[in-house]
């Protein structure tokens, strides 16, 4: 075997190597950032959510949140474009334990519970001036929602 060859096979090996580590959420996440859209925050630093560009969701939802500056009256509308169907047994676990897909805290992360949903959708009207901070979590699906905003 020549050391040409040698050296092929070790590179081959190597990277053969090097990719039967990395973990499976890290190659999902190749290539989710798209040039027309916004990724998400942490709950510690939230991302600004867009009402233009498409507000990206990963399968991991401690890093789907989302700030919203919403004024008393105005009524904010959230539509989910998932990878996966929702099924109706995820959707009735969601209505059952109390969980909800998108969970809602004003700016101190005090929860929201009285907006909820266990669908693609949500509409909010909000009662008051002030940010709104917007966790999505749709368990094992990844995709992006448009966000529209109609004020009073």
């Given at each position: 075997?020549?050391?040409?060859?040698?050296?092929?096979?070790?590179?081959?090996?190597?990277?053969?190597?090097?990719?039967?580590?990395c973990?499976?959420?890290?190659?999902?996440?190749i290539?989710?950032?798209?040039?027309?859209?916004?990724?998400?925050?942490?709950?510690?630093?939230?991302?600004?959510?867009?009402?233009?560009?498409?507000?990206?969701?990963?399968?991991?939802?401690?890093?789907?949140?989302?700030?919203y500056a919403?004024?008393?009256?105005?009524?904010?509308?959230?539509?989910?474009?998932?990878d996966?169907?929702?099924?109706?047994?995820?959707?009735?676990?969601?209505?059952e334990?109390?969980?909800?897909?998108?969970?809602?805290?004003?700016?101190?992360?005090?929860?929201?519970?009285?907006?909820?949903t266990?669908?693609?959708?949500?509409?909010?009207?909000f009662?008051?001036?002030?940010?709104?901070?917007?966790?999505i979590?749709y368990?094992?699906?990844?995709?992006?929602?448009?966000?529209?905003s109609h004020k009073?």
């Amino acid at each position: 075997m020549g050391i040409r060859t040698f050296m092929k096979l070790f590179s081959v090996v190597m990277i053969a190597l090097l990719m039967t580590g990395c973990d499976e959420d890290i190659l999902d996440n190749i290539g989710d950032r798209e040039p027309n859209s916004v990724s998400g925050g942490t709950a510690n630093a939230p991302a600004k959510m867009s009402l233009e560009l498409r507000n990206m969701i990963v399968k991991n939802s401690f890093y789907n949140y989302y700030k919203y500056a919403g004024k008393e009256g105005e009524t904010l509308k959230l539509e989910s474009i998932l990878d996966f169907a929702i099924l109706s047994t995820q959707r009735t676990a969601c209505l059952e334990d109390g969980e909800t897909f998108i969970a809602v805290y004003d700016s101190k992360m005090n929860s929201l519970d009285w907006i909820r949903t266990c669908t693609k959708n949500l509409s909010v009207t909000f009662p008051v001036d002030g940010t709104y901070i917007f966790q999505i979590k749709y368990p094992g699906n990844k995709g992006y929602f448009n966000a529209d905003s109609h004020k009073p």
